[in-house]
């Protein structure tokens, strides 16, 4: 196994459910729920990498930060990400248009960019959830995700990435809501994955094989709590 390859069941899984059932046939919108550092971020460079092609442009953006005008920034960033693809310039024209409006027709903005194979994921989408209702700061977004979710004729797909819990919450009615959750101490994951990085810097008697599996599970199976480890191991 090299540093290159997804560790974790539970993460592989998951990758395959998305780039499998999910993307044939399930419903247009999908969360990722989970803790920070578990990997969701990763997962969408995976879904990216197996899905993207000529055919099926993938659009990969994070969500701006800020509450201020914090919809008009995403149908910006959006729109000039869409503009590197040929062949849907007029859709990236049209979000740009209505990113520029005071009115903000984001439903009918996005939902034209959707109406073709086509892959959006938007990545720290916490950033426009208020932390204490758990719902979107706007509420054009919010009905955006219930109404996209619903519309099951459409071939575009949005995959959205969260460090915050969306299960119960209303925006997120019609979505396929999926937990990411730590690399498992039952699989023996986090100590594959503590033992690929220092192998990596030729530091593998820093950590003992034995005592890995231990330290993966102190540090919860966070992937990226297990990197800074190693990192300061390498300084």
């Given at each position: 196994?090299?540093?290159?390859e997804l560790v974790?069941?539970?993460?592989?899984d998951?990758?395959?459910?998305l780039?499998?059932?999910?993307?044939a046939?399930?419903?247009?919108v999908?969360?990722?729920?989970?803790?920070p550092?578990?990997?969701k971020?990763?997962?969408?460079?995976?879904?990216?990498?197996?899905?993207?092609s000529?055919?099926t442009p993938?659009?990969s953006?994070?969500?701006?930060?800020?509450?201020a005008?914090?919809t008009?920034d995403?149908?910006?960033t959006?729109?000039?990400?869409?503009d590197?693809?040929?062949?849907?310039s007029?859709v990236a024209?049209a979000v740009?248009?209505?990113g520029?409006g005071k009115?903000?027709?984001l439903m009918?903005?996005?939902?034209a960019?959707l109406?073709q194979?086509?892959?959006v994921i938007?990545?720290?989408?916490?950033?426009?959830v208020?932390?204490?209702?758990g719902?979107?700061?706007?509420q054009?977004?919010?009905?955006l995700?219930?109404r996209?979710?619903g519309?099951?004729?459409?071939?575009?797909?949005?995959?959205l990435?969260?460090?915050?819990?969306v299960?119960?919450k209303?925006w997120?009615?019609g979505?396929?809501?999926?937990?990411l959750r730590?690399l498992?101490a039952?699989d023996?994951?986090?100590a594959v994955?503590l033992g690929?990085?220092?192998?990596?810097?030729?530091r593998e008697d820093?950590?003992?094989?034995?005592?890995?599996?231990?330290?993966a599970a102190h540090?919860?199976?966070?992937?990226?709590a297990?990197k800074?480890l190693v990192a300061?191991l390498?300084?």
């Amino acid at each position: 196994m090299t540093s290159g390859e997804l560790v974790g069941k539970g993460h592989q899984d998951l990758r395959d459910w998305l780039t499998g059932h999910w993307w044939a046939k399930g419903p247009p919108v999908a969360v990722v729920q989970g803790f920070p550092g578990v990997g969701k971020t990763e997962i969408g460079r995976r879904v990216r990498a197996a899905i993207g092609s000529d055919a099926t442009p993938i659009v990969s953006i994070d969500m701006p930060p800020g509450r201020a005008d914090q919809t008009t920034d995403l149908l910006l960033t959006l729109g000039g990400a869409l503009d590197t693809f040929h062949g849907i310039s007029t859709v990236a024209d049209a979000v740009m248009a209505k990113g520029k409006g005071k009115a903000r027709d984001l439903m009918h903005a996005l939902e034209a960019c959707l109406r073709q194979p086509l892959l959006v994921i938007i990545d720290e989408f916490q950033r426009a959830v208020n932390p204490t209702t758990g719902e979107p700061n706007d509420q054009a977004l919010a009905d955006l995700v219930r109404r996209v979710a619903g519309r099951t004729e459409l071939p575009g797909k949005l995959l959205l990435l969260t460090s915050q819990r969306v299960l119960g919450k209303r925006w997120s009615d019609g979505a396929a809501v999926r937990t990411l959750r730590g690399l498992s101490a039952e699989d023996g994951s986090g100590a594959v994955y503590l033992g690929m990085l220092l192998h990596d810097l030729e530091r593998e008697d820093e950590v003992p094989t034995e005592e890995r599996a231990d330290v993966a599970a102190h540090l919860g199976g966070n992937p990226r709590a297990i990197k800074l480890l190693v990192a300061a191991l390498e300084a």
